[in-house]
Each structure stands twice: as structure tokens, then as C-alpha cells.
């Protein structure tokens, strides 16, 4: 049996199991042979991928080596030693390598041809580390205190927090609560009118926008961006905020798409968790930068992810950090889930959200979109994998159709810099 993506089926090949639609329709039985027709109607249906007769399936990475020449390949694999500190063997983590393996080259053939044999490795070099002490007078709870203290949500945050707790919500309703920020406004309907949901036709007004996608899914979509706006002034010398908004963007575009394959799973809820799932570390580089930048300098050193080294540091993570924030703000429970287990899907008592949120942003890290101070890829195990009831397979379409998107996002709903 071959597992394949939809663009690699071809007319005479048997399918192996039943194909059903993500909706649950039934399409197509196992046994029947392929057609035109057949592979057009799953297209039309959304499939991604489908079971076939036959070992068909090819090693990914194969596929990329066979047409990059072998001075390009290596210098490929040493720029993705930081990324990558051993090449991986299993699923998904030797997908994601591939991934990245394939972005990788195409950057460095895209030099080439631009500058001669000179061409620049795309991934920045390890920086030397600092003297590493650890933080042991502050807690999670302290920088959560600290943070409420320092700043506040606009009042548009809460308007539309009692628009998704009531059950007598309605489209004037979210409307009203966004039409009072001129600047929300502007962005949710750029968002609304971006390829992240490709409309095709125009879309003016809040109370339209209700109308097509939801009154529930348009309030997470508007808490997002309010939450956003939230952090405007992260000194730059710590962290490039457009880098890591584009980064959480690409998160949130692909926890999204792959929410899609899953029925029940709110799309909007997962691209939200994305946008919002390293907000923790925006807490640690406004309240302890030195602390949040010895953790990025230990995980470069210990070739370990930055949620293990910030608990070296700290004694607790960014992910933790950022849900303490989320739960004093009164966000859903759902994207607190989301956010606080996304480096340990398997703790959480509903896996499925965390589990997709932490591929997710495993492929943002493989793609090189943007960056928030991540330098080791986490590990995404095939019991985490499993959790999300995918196959690797949909990574390609996952990247393809989630380009644009994080592009179109970036440059309409966030701006110069995120602010």
C-alpha cells in the first residue's frame, strides 16, 4: 500500500481504502481504478491524500537530491546543522527535514545563479554564548503580574470577549464591538479579504464578513488581532517583531490548513493559537531579557530546543508563560490548551489542538518563515504525530497553498514591523 498526495495519483491506479471527503462524505470505494474524472472530483473535494495498491511511495529527500548538484546539497546539510542537530530517521521529523532540505537548496541555487559558486548560506550562524545564569528570583506568575501591571488590553479586547461568551451573540453584535477600533477594523477586514480565505468578491462590512464566516469564528479571528496589537513595543535589539510575527503567521496559516483535514476542528480557533502561540517569549524579552536571551544562547550551545533551555534558565517555558497570560485575560480554554502544550502535546488531556499547533509551527521553522528565537527544530514524535491523524503527506499541499496566505497576511494584516 502507497500513501499518496493527490497531484501524484494517476489514472489505473486501485485504490486500497474507501476515500471520504473531509466532511465525511463517502466518495469514491476501495478496489475501484482510477480516473481523470476520479482524481478531479478529489480535488474538487478537498482530498489530499489517498491509499493506492502498490509501493509506489518515494523517500522525499531522494527526490530533491537527484537534481541539486553535490557541492550545493553539503553546503545545504551544514547550514541545517544548528536547525537539524542530527539528520533525522522517522516520521514526521525526516518530512520536516526534507522540508527544509528543499527550501534550503532552492535558496542556495537562487544565490548561485544570482552571485557565482559565493553563494550565502540562508540560515544565520550560531552567535557565541554568554554566561549562562540561571534566573531563580522570578516566577511565571511574577511576569504575568508584572505584565498586567505594565500595560492593558484596548477595551475592544473585552467587547468582543463578552460577544463570544454569550450565547445570544449575533452579527451586530461583533459588529458594533469592532466597529468602535478603527484600526481592528481595518485589519479584520483585510485579513477577511486576503488569500487566507480567497472570497471573490470584496468584502466591506463586519456584518457581511458574520454573514459568510460565523459570528463565533470572526470574534476568535478579531480576539487575534486585538491580542496582537497588544505588543507593540519590544525593543528591536532583542527581537525582530516583523520576523516573529511572519513566523507566527506561518504557524497559524498552517495549523489552519492542516485543522482542515480534521472535521469538528475550528480553523479559525487553530490559526489564532498559531498567532498567538509564542507570546510567552515576548513576556520573557519585555520583563527578563537577559534570562530570554542566555536560554537562546544555551539552546545554540546544547543543540537543545528553547523551551528546554528556557527551563534551565527559568525553571519554566515560554509556552507555560504565555497560557498564564492567556488564562488571566480570559481567553477560551481551548486556545489556552493549545498554547501551553504546544512543545508537549501529549500532556494535554485534548492532544489534538497542541499536537497540530506543534507540527505546525515545525513547518514554519522547516520553511524558514520568520523566526522568534527558535534555533533547534523540537521534536515532533510519532506519537505526537499520531495524535493528528495525518499523514506526511499533506505537508506539500499544506506549503503550497499556505505561501500566499502567510504572505498575504504578513504585508495586509500586520504591516511594517507587526505594529
Not at 559558486?117 to 531563580?136: C, E, G, H, T
Not at 468584502?203 to 486585538?226: K, P
Not at 521534536?379 to 495525518?390: A, N, V
Request: hydrophobic share 45%; glycine share 6%; charged share 20%.
Amino acid at each position: 500500500m502507497s500513501l499518496l498526495h493527490v497531484d501524484q495519483l494517476q489514472p489505473g491506479m486501485i485504490l486500497e481504502k474507501n476515500l471520504m471527503a473531509f466532511n465525511g462524505r463517502f466518495l469514491l470505494p476501495r478496489g475501484i481504478v482510477l480516473t481523470e474524472k476520479h482524481i478531479q472530483t478529489m480535488k474538487v473535494w478537498g482530498v489530499v491524500e489517498a491509499s493506492v495498491e502498490g509501493n509506489l511511495s518515494a523517500e522525499p529527500l531522494k527526490e530533491v537530491a537527484a537534481s541539486i548538484p553535490v557541492d550545493v546539497l553539503q553546503e545545504a546539510v551544514r547550514s541545517l546543522e544548528t536547525l537539524f542537530p542530527a539528520i533525522p530517521s522517522s516520521s514526521p521529523m525526516k518530512e520536516f527535514y526534507s522540508v527544509a532540505m528543499e527550501r534550503t537548496t532552492t535558496v542556495l541555487m537562487r544565490d548561485r545563479s544570482k552571485r557565482g559558486a559565493s553563494a550565502q548560506q540562508p540560515r544565520s550562524a550560531p552567535r557565541r554564548m554568554s554566561s549562562a545564569v540561571p534566573n531563580l528570583s522570578v516566577t511565571a506568575a511574577d511576569l504575568v503580574s508584572r505584565e498586567l501591571q505594565l500595560a492593558s488590553l484596548p477595551d475592544v479586547y473585552y467587547r468582543i470577549m463578552e460577544v463570544i461568551n454569550s450565547t445570544r451573540s449575533s452579527a451586530s453584535h461583533i459588529a458594533e464591538a469592532v466597529g468602535k477600533d478603527t484600526s481592528l477594523l481595518s485589519r479584520l477586514l483585510r485579513l477577511v479579504n486576503s488569500a487566507f480565505y480567497g472570497f471573490p468578491s470584496k468584502i466591506e462590512t463586519v456584518t457581511r464578513a458574520v454573514a459568510i464566516i460565523g459570528t463565533r469564528e470572526l470574534s476568535t479571528l478579531a480576539l487575534g488581532v486585538a491580542a496582537v496589537q497588544y505588543f507593540n513595543d519590544i525593543p528591536s535589539e532583542y527581537v525582530d517583531m516583523k520576523s516573529f510575527w511572519r513566523h507566527s503567521v506561518a504557524c497559524g496559516v498552517y495549523a489552519r490548513l492542516m485543522a482542515s483535514e480534521k472535521i469538528g476542528v475550528s480553523e479559525e480557533r487553530l490559526f489564532v493559537s498559531g498567532l498567538l502561540h509564542d507570546l510567552g517569549k515576548l513576556v520573557l524579552f519585555r520583563q527578563v531579557p537577559l534570562s530570554a536571551r542566555n536560554a537562546i544562547e544555551l539552546a545554540l550551545a546544547k543543540k537543545i530546543p528553547l523551551s528546554e533551555a528556557e527551563r534551565e534558565i527559568l525553571g519554566f517555558d515560554h509556552a507555560y508563560l504565555g497560557a498564564l497570560l492567556l488564562r488571566e485575560w480570559e481567553i477560551p480554554s481551548p486556545l489556552e490548551n493549545a498554547v501551553r502544550f504546544h512543545h508537549s502535546p501529549l500532556s494535554s488531556s485534548s492532544p489534538l489542538d497542541p499536537a497540530l499547533l506543534a507540527s505546525a509551527d515545525a513547518l514554519a521553522m522547516a520553511t524558514g518563515f520568520g523566526g522568534s528565537g527558535s534555533v533547534v527544530m523540537p521534536d515532533i514524535s510519532p506519537e505526537i504525530w499520531t495524535e493528528t491523524g495525518l499523514s506526511p503527506a499533506v505537508f506539500q499541499p499544506v506549503i503550497l497553498q499556505g505561501s500566499r496566505q502567510i504572505e498575504d497576511i504578513t504585508n495586509a494584516f500586520l504591516g511594517n514591523g507587526g505594529t
